[in-house]
């Protein structure tokens, strides 16, 4: 298989394990050293996402204290590498700009955040529904 062939394929596989319907479970502010800062949406936020298979991403997580609510969908487009970028198509004013996450799948576990881990970052944690 070549480099390109291996790339789609991996793309197509990460791509397939995206789908369906997240519920979400932790948001945590996490510091560079991997240490919880804050869970600024409480410590069972609730959520949901959803990615469908013509590349769709919607998601609605409910406001908490000073947290802001998140509410936007459009498209998105993985990499291999496990960064996501979501097109927002429409959104609640913070979530109104394409939203860049770097992924990790694990079986039903999703985890996005908004940086690379050894940076101060916020995460997200979901499961699948």
Known sequence: MSGTEETTATRADWDADLLGTWTLRSIRELGDDGA????????????????????QVAVVIPGHADAPAVA???????????????????????FTEDQVRWARLDGDSLSLSTDVE?????ELRWART
């Open 36 to 55: 919880l800062l804050d869970e600024p949406y409480g410590h069972r936020p609730s959520g949901r996402l959803h990615y469908g298979p013509a590349h």
């Open 72 to 94: 936007y969908m459009g498209d998105y487009e993985a990499d291999a590498a496990g960064v996501l970028r979501h097109i927002v198509r429409v959104g609640l004013p913070p």
């Open 118 to 122: 050894g940076r101060r970052r916020i």
